[in-house]
């Protein structure tokens, strides 16, 4: 069982067959884990969640991430209103901004401010879950979104089965670790944080956010999360981390958190060859050392004594596989690895 003392969380995806999805997440919950999570990338979160709720019933389910400028906020709210019947309330709502050439190129969806935007979704959100079905809302009238509710009393929507259903907000850099904290129940952090990272530059940001909320370090959970390679071929964890790297420091919108690094030049390399490449193309422009420090490579005991000093700050923790450009039998080699490290 994982130690009771350090929270762990895993995934699910939508990729595979429904035995698959239900086989990943009953294996997760005996192995003892927190929570399960399930992304937004190529596909909804909601899916794969909602076959995991029908086969556990002590794991949370959390949305990591549901995009929050892709779809409207009452859509949003329904679908987190349904995943918290389906699993008996065990659902939380995890949001992120995610980058803006994925919600306008993408999904033809306006970005906007982020910080403004994830305020007003948040808002949203918030008085659906707890007003829709009571006949108390009317109109919404936002920057980046207007609504006429008057129908709802028409529809006579079901009362949620919580009104203070939970939202995690995820964020990279502090500006939006700091409203998360301020607004939102949880705090995700972004996977390709480093450890100084999460144990030096965050804290600060969440206790400005706390402080404008006026709210406790107690009534919000922090979840981080940290990209992981357990190997005993250093080598191989360390060329098997390059394309992950090169993923997030190919976009534009990272560059200021990889320089933060000081890896800015290289961050501007790849944004030029992921252009004419891919992430997997460009893989050979991450430098070792700009992989080991996103991606923590090494053997597992290694692996276990570098991300220990994450706990001083962390409530609970989401190990990833650096699974870009990877095949599957390799990917799982390592969701094995994590498995046997941590969670045995």
Known sequence: MANKSKRYWGFVTADVPAAAVAAQAKMQEDAGLEGLMAAQLYSTPFIPLAAAATVTSRVRLLSGIALAFTRSPYETAVAAMDMDRISGGRFILGLGCSVRALSEEIYG????????????VVEIIRMVISKAHTGELQRYEGVYHQHDFNLLEWLSPPPPLRTDLPIWIAALRGPLVSLAAEIADGVMGHPIWT????????????????????????????????????SNDRAEAINDARPTVAFYAGAAQYEEYFAAHGFREEARRLQEGVKHGGHAGAAHLVPDEMAETFVICGTPDEVRKKIEPIWEVADSLVLVPPAYALPPEKLMAYVGAIASTFYS
């Open 109 to 120: 969806m306006p970005y906007g401010k982020p910080l403004a935007h994830m305020r007003e």
């Open 195 to 230: 450890v100084p990272w999460a144990t030096t530059k965050i804290p600060e940001a969440l206790e400005q956010g706390l402080k404008r909320g006026g709210k406790q370090r107690s009534d919000i959970e922090f979840q981080a999360g940290l990209y992981v390679a357990p």
